[in-house]
C-alpha cells in the first residue's frame, strides 16, 4: 500500500488517509481506507497540479457513502479483473444467436467475419452497414452470404451479421454456447436457460459483465443520462477490469443501459430510469425482436 497519512474523522470512524505512488490515467484515485475493509474515492481532476498539492485535499475532504469501494489487495484484484464484452448485444440480439448458431461450424461463422471485416473501409471512406438486405447479396458470396443471410432473416431483421462479435463473445464467454469437439457451435443448458429468462443464470451473466453494478448505479437515481453516471462506472472499471479509457468506460456503460432497457429493466425516453420491481420476474425472450 500507499504511504499513509494522518488519521481522519469521517462517518463516524478513524480513517487513515494515504497517497498512491502513481496516478492513474483515469485520475479516480484512492482517498482513505479503513480497518474494516472499506476504501473511499474521489475525482482529482482539479487537484493534480502535485502530488504534495493532492495529498493536502485528500487529508480534508470528506466523501459520500455512496462512492464506497471495498478494499482488496493487489494480488485479490488482479484474480478478480473482468473481461467485459466490448459491443455487448441488446437481449434480444443474444438469444437470437444463440439460437440461430447452435449447430454451425465455427469455422464458417468466422470465414464469415473475416469477409466482412475486410470490407469496412476507412475513417474517411467508411462503408454502410445498416441496410444488410441490401448489403449481403453485394458484398458476400457462398457460404459467407448465406450465413449473413440466415441470421438477418431468420432473426427477423434483429441481428444484423456486420455486428455479431459482441454476441459471440458474451456466449463464449458466459459458457451460453460451446464448440464441441467436430468444431461446430452447441448451445449449452446455461444457454437455454438464458433464452428462457432463468433469473438466476441471468444473474449470473449480469455479475460477469457489469449489468448488475450498472443497474445498481441507475436505480440510486430516479433518472440519468448515461454521461451522470460515468464517473462511478469508471470506478467500477477501474477496480475490476483493465479498462482505462474514457471511450471505452462510455461505450460499455452505454451498451449496458441499453441492455437494461431491452431486458426490461430500465426504460429509456430522454433519460433512464430503472424498473427495480420487474427485476425478480424476468420475461423469456421474445424471438420476434
Same mark, same amino acid.
Given at each position: 500500500?500507499?504511504?499513509? %497519512?494522518?488519521? &481522519?474523522?469521517?462517518?463516524?470512524?478513524?480513517?487513515?488517509?494515504?497517497?498512491?505512488?502513481?496516478?492513474?490515467?483515469?485520475?479516480?484515485?484512492?482517498?482513505?481506507?479503513?480497518?474494516?475493509?472499506?476504501?473511499?474515492?474521489?475525482?482529482?481532476?482539479?487537484?493534480?497540479?502535485?502530488?504534495?498539492?493532492?495529498?493536502?485535499?485528500? /487529508?480534508?475532504?470528506?466523501?459520500?457513502?455512496?462512492?464506497?469501494?471495498?478494499?482488496?489487495?493487489?494480488?485479490?484484484?488482479?484474480?478478480?479483473?473482468?473481461?467485459?464484452?466490448?459491443? &455487448?448485444?441488446?437481449?434480444?440480439?443474444? /438469444?437470437?444467436?444463440?439460437?440461430?448458431?447452435?449447430?454451425?461450424?465455427?469455422?464458417? #461463422?468466422?470465414?464469415?467475419?473475416?469477409?466482412?471485416?475486410?470490407?469496412? %473501409?476507412?475513417?474517411?471512406?467508411? =462503408?454502410?452497414?445498416?441496410?444488410?438486405?441490401?448489403?449481403?447479396?453485394?458484398? &458476400?458470396?457462398?457460404?459467407?452470404?448465406?450465413?449473413?443471410?440466415?441470421?438477418?432473416?431468420?432473426?427477423?431483421? =434483429?441481428?444484423?451479421?456486420?455486428? =455479431?462479435?459482441?454476441?459471440?463473445?458474451?456466449?463464449?464467454?458466459?459458457?451460453? #454456447?460451446?464448440?464441441?469437439?467436430?468444431?461446430?457451435?452447441?448451445?449449452?443448458?446455461? %444457454?437455454?436457460?438464458?433464452?428462457?429468462?432463468?433469473?438466476?443464470?441471468?444473474?449470473?451473466?449480469?455479475?460477469?459483465?457489469?449489468?448488475?453494478?450498472?443497474? #445498481?448505479? &441507475?436505480?440510486?437515481?430516479?433518472?440519468?443520462?448515461?454521461?451522470?453516471?460515468?464517473?462511478?462506472?469508471?470506478?467500477?472499471?477501474?477496480?475490476?477490469?483493465?479498462?482505462?479509457?474514457?471511450?471505452?468506460?462510455?461505450?460499455?456503460?452505454?451498451?449496458?443501459?441499453?441492455?437494461?432497457?431491452?431486458?426490461?429493466?430500465?426504460?429509456?425516453?430522454?433519460?433512464?430510469?430503472?424498473?427495480?420491481?420487474?427485476?425478480?420476474? #424476468?420475461?423469456? /425472450?421474445?424471438?420476434?425482436?
Amino acid at each position: 500500500m500507499a504511504p499513509s %497519512g494522518p488519521e &481522519l474523522t469521517f462517518d463516524g470512524r478513524k480513517w487513515k488517509a494515504f497517497t498512491p505512488s502513481k496516478f492513474p490515467t483515469t485520475h479516480r484515485l484512492p482517498y482513505a481506507a479503513h480497518a474494516d475493509g472499506i476504501k473511499l474515492w474521489r475525482s482529482a481532476k482539479a487537484e493534480l497540479s502535485s502530488p504534495n498539492r493532492y495529498r493536502r485535499k485528500e /487529508c480534508t475532504c470528506q466523501m459520500p457513502n455512496h462512492l464506497a469501494r471495498p478494499l482488496r489487495l493487489k494480488g485479490e484484484l488482479d484474480m478478480a479483473k473482468l473481461k467485459l464484452t466490448p459491443h &455487448l448485444p441488446t437481449y434480444q440480439q443474444a /438469444c437470437h444467436f444463440i439460437r440461430l448458431i447452435d449447430g454451425i461450424p465455427e469455422a464458417d #461463422l468466422r470465414s464469415m467475419m473475416s469477409a466482412i471485416r475486410k470490407q469496412t %473501409g476507412t475513417p474517411s471512406n467508411p =462503408v454502410d452497414w445498416t441496410d444488410p438486405g441490401r448489403w449481403i447479396p453485394e458484398r &458476400l458470396t457462398g457460404e459467407d452470404a448465406d450465413i449473413a443471410r440466415m441470421l438477418w432473416t431468420e432473426s427477423g431483421c =434483429v441481428l444484423n451479421p456486420r455486428h =455479431v462479435r459482441g454476441a459471440l463473445t458474451l456466449s463464449i464467454q458466459s459458457g451460453l #454456447l460451446i464448440v464441441d469437439p467436430q468444431g461446430r457451435f452447441s448451445k449449452t443448458q446455461a %444457454g437455454g436457460l438464458y433464452i428462457d429468462g432463468d433469473l438466476e443464470m441471468h444473474q449470473k451473466v449480469d455479475r460477469l459483465e457489469g449489468v448488475d453494478q450498472t443497474l #445498481l448505479l &441507475l436505480s440510486a437515481r430516479a433518472k440519468a443520462q448515461s454521461s451522470d453516471l460515468l464517473d462511478e462506472w469508471m470506478d467500477y472499471l477501474h477496480d475490476n477490469t483493465s479498462i482505462r479509457t474514457k471511450s471505452t468506460a462510455r461505450s460499455t456503460l452505454w451498451s449496458r443501459l441499453r441492455y437494461l432497457v431491452t431486458r426490461g429493466l430500465a426504460s429509456h425516453n430522454g433519460s433512464y430510469r430503472s424498473r427495480p420491481k420487474e427485476r425478480p420476474t #424476468l420475461a423469456r /425472450c421474445a424471438m420476434n425482436g
